[in-house]
């Protein structure tokens, strides 16, 4: 390292010299310092708000089916069903039309599936509605295995009959084609969007969690599944899955 020297100046007088011109040093790479932190945390500010703009515009871009029970068939046919007795009036209301299938676990209280074409739909997608119907209804919360469930055609559902119905049940005319001791079984995945499928129609076992009816509580297995995942809306995960305890696998 070379020095200059002033010659004209004592050995002191340098030496005082080059003692203020490292005070200036130290204080000019102190700011840089404090300067690089300054950046630095503006950075993370503004990631932060990448990640906040980013979520609100997931929630902007929900389709309208997202407010039900939902799933595409492997063969890509849209199913939908009632999370409450309410939903269950919405699902048929609104959304049954002359093309669907209405499918239901033989059981008292489930949710209404409509499989969207479900008269054009081949035997798996069928089957994958059944499941789906299956597994949102009572039968996971008693903890079944397996559940008997129906399906029926638009002009076979109707509010009107003989006694009283409650809020979220139809009256079923005419022959109903069933499908005995379908497994409760389903698979949470998140290709674009976090969505759970019945097992039939999961296509990658390796990157989705296998749910069964079991003893594990609801908001666990949620937390559980985020974490997998990396997602951060708890609350729409627990909406979109069964009533009852599970088991993961």
């Given at each position: ?5 002033d010659y004209t100046k004592s050995a002191q007088e340098n030496a005082n010299d080059y003692f203020e011109k490292s005070k200036e040093a130290k204080k000019k790479l102190a700011g840089a310092e404090q300067a690089v932190k300054r950046l630095e945390q503006r950075i993370a500010e503004l990631e932060k708000e990448k990640v906040v703009t980013r979520e609100l515009k997931k929630k902007e ?189």
């Open positions: 390292m070379e020095a200059e020297i871009e929900r389709e309208w089916y997202e407010k039900f029970y939902w799933f595409f068939t492997s063969s890509g046919m849209l199913a939908i069903g009632g999370r409450s007795a309410q939903q269950n009036e919405e699902v048929v209301g609104k959304h049954f039309e002359p093309a669907d299938l209405f499918f239901h676990a033989n059981v008292f209280g489930a949710s209404v599936v409509i499989l969207r074409d479900g008269t054009k739909a081949d035997d798996e997608a069928k089957k994958e509605a059944a499941q789906f119907a299956a597994c949102f209804s009572k039968a996971w919360e008693d903890g079944l295995a397996a559940v008997d469930v129906f399906s029926a055609k638009r002009d076979q559902v109707s509010k009107q009959g003989k006694g009283y119905l409650a809020t979220g049940s139809f009256f079923i005319t005419g022959e109903r084609e069933w499908y005995r001791n379908v497994r409760l079984d389903l698979y949470a995945r998140a290709d674009n969007r976090f969505s759970v499928v019945p097992a039939g129609a999961n296509k990658d076992a390796e990157t989705s969690i296998r749910l069964s009816p079991g003893k594990m509580k609801k908001s666990d297995v949620a937390k559980a599944i985020a974490k997998k995942f990396g997602y951060a809306d708890i609350d729409y995960i627990m909406q979109h899955l069964p009533p009852g305890g599970f088991s993961l696998k």
